[in-house]
């Protein structure tokens, strides 16, 4: 048996940091920067002793001559002399061996991971438990927004009954681009890539995973429940067109990329995709690459955050708080202090998942007349469907067909998807129909 780390003393708290990229170097130039700031808050000094990372000389490079760095991340997770381990190098193949093997030799981890909390964060945690240790993530889902906490501390009192956010920046930044300047979904892209929002290959962000990782770990903070990455329903924003952005501004709305948490009873919709959200609400206003979360709780009410959803210092700051957690919490046994999800994990509540086609919502419709048809075929077909629309729009079409865009009262998933099935079986649309779902955010 490893011995308890010597953050049980009263010394300084020992940080190894996994990592010298654009997260791990804000982490490493904050607690520079801060450090006497920051240990006062935290009631102890907390002394970063050692970096890990594959490109040892250009990391020497940015930490200087203060911070001993190796190659051997092995070695810092296993070293006797280290606290906490700090894992910012993503990934979920090396950045989980290293975990457990740092939670097996009883030391905390700190990380920034989404991916890798979204899909093994159940084996990490049941790992952290039996070994009396913490896993902390703050800086894993909104970066600079500490929702962590205000969901497992500020609004333990209330029963979460939904949360809805954007969660992403890249996508975000894309469709504000698309919608302020006019520009296509492609040269938006390029904008990101070249203000360095996008990666080289953004599936991730665009197609919604990014955001659905994000949105297992609110969900399960919000309802007390297990993490069910798998249970999401899924959709990016490749197919968005800047007539859709256009036409919601018509219809009083704004086109984001939502991920968003449902409470219905025992079961739980969870869903991520492009969304129209009312143009006065304050989410419609959450532009560029900003994250914002609204979480409606039965006694707080509605709450909001919005902040930084991107950022080298950003992120760090959700990092650096969750180490001075921890140095503040030493000396408190892991069972006793708040849980990483807000509930033990054997109190969790079995949540079962709802999806899409069973939700009830509004919904956008984009579509083209066929020759011969007009408005009020299109409205008798979705009347016998028992779709109500509630606002209608005229859309702009390259060719002579006539466009229009419509919003429905709230109607299930399926029942939308038969109604455009009957539309297109009558002859009175002709090609797709941009089908979107309407965050009503009440």
Known sequence: MQSSPQDASGGPLRVGLLGLGVVGSGVHRLLQRNGALI?????????????AARDVARAREVAGAGVPVVGDAMALVTDPDIDVVVEVIGGCTVARELVMTAIAHGKHVVTANKALL?????????????????????????VSIPIVKALREGLAANEIAWLAGIVNGTSNFILTQMRQRGTSFDDALHEARRLGYAEADPAFDVDGVDSAHKLALLASLAFGTRLAFEQIDVAGIRDVQLVDLQCAERLGHRLKLIASARRHGARVALRVGPALVPAGSLMAHVDG????????GDAAGQTMYHGAGAGSLETASAVVADLVELARAARVPARDRVPPLG???????????????????????????????????????????????????????????????????????????????????????QGPVACLRVESLQ
Do not use: K, W
Not at 39 to 51: D, E, F, T, V
């Open 39 to 51: 240990g006062r808050r935290a009631g102890r000094a907390i002394q970063l002793r050692a970096i």
């Open 118 to 142: 979204a899909l093994h964060g159940e084996e990490i945690l049941a790992a952290a438990q039996a070994r009396d240790v913490v896993v902390a993530f703050e800086g894993a889902v909104a």
């Open 289 to 296: 690459s900003m994250n914002g979360i609204v979480v409606q």
């Open 343 to 429: 509930v033990q994990r054997d109190e969790a509540v079995p949540l079962a998942g709802l999806a899409s086609h069973e939700v009830s919502t509004p919904h956008y419709l984009r579509l083209t007349l066929a020759p011969g048809s007009g408005l009020d075929d299109v409205l008798g077909r979705l009347a016998a469907a028992c779709i109500r629309v509630v606002a209608q729009a005229d859309v702009a079409t390259r060719d002579a067909a006539q466009g229009v865009a419509l919003m429905t009262a709230a109607a299930p998933g399926s029942a939308i998807q038969e109604a455009i099935g009957l539309l297109a079986r009558g002859g009175v649309t």
